[in-house]
């Protein structure tokens, strides 16, 4: 296992569309191993592949409490298949975007389909903070950050703000990333 630097706002690679995983192999693994370690190093309770650099739909999850054993979760390849109608708010935060958070509405249940460590499909009924995170974290996947649900002034405020911390850090602006499966 080995800790990956996250990739922050103003990062352009934080908007690219993830790959389906079609190899289901040791390579996957080792990424899946690293990704627990940098989550946990974080700390967070949910890390997509593209928060480390790699473009691929996987996502590892641990929504146990502090003082409780940890409950290591993997989707890949996973989306939402159904939503609720009724919404519900919860802060969020990410480890893209350290130390801000905002409050988001999203719905309150959805349906996600996904894909194990194996290869094997599965369907999951989420509520609450499962429902959130996995919004959140599939978001990422398809190149969608939480700020892309707030209001366009409160989203520029937070980007200007990391741009401009970017560059004070580097001397420079970040480096252009060239999309890949999406027009940016």
Do not use: W
């Not at 996987?58 to 146990?64: E, N, P």
């Not at 109608?85 to 996600?112: D, F, H, Q, T």
Request: some cysteine.
């Amino acid at each position: 296992m080995a800790l990956r630097d996250i990739i922050t706002l103003p990062d352009k690679r934080l908007r690219l569309v993830s790959e389906p995983v079609q190899k289901f192999d040791k390579d996957l693994r080792k990424l899946v191993e690293d990704m627990f370690e940098t989550m946990y190093e974080a700390p967070g309770i949910g890390l997509a592949a593209i928060q480390v650099a790699v473009p691929m739909r996987v996502i590892t999850m641990d929504l146990a409490k502090k003082d409780d054993p940890k409950e290591p979760k993997v989707y890949i390849n996973a989306e939402v298949i159904s939503a609720s109608n009724e919404k519900a708010v919860y802060e969020e935060g990410c480890l893209s975007i350290p130390e801000y958070y905002e409050e988001v509405e999203r719905p309150v249940s959805v349906k996600v389909k996904y894909l194990d460590l194996d290869g094997k499909p599965h369907e999951i009924e989420a509520s609450g903070l499962l429902a959130t995170c996995l919004q959140h974290e599939i978001d990422h996947i398809n190149g969608i950050l939480f700020i892309d649900h707030l209001s366009k002034l409160k989203r520029d405020r937070v980007i200007k703000k990391y741009k401009k911390a970017a560059k004070h850090a580097d001397g420079k602006p970040a480096p252009r990333v060239e999309p890949t499966s999406r027009g940016l």
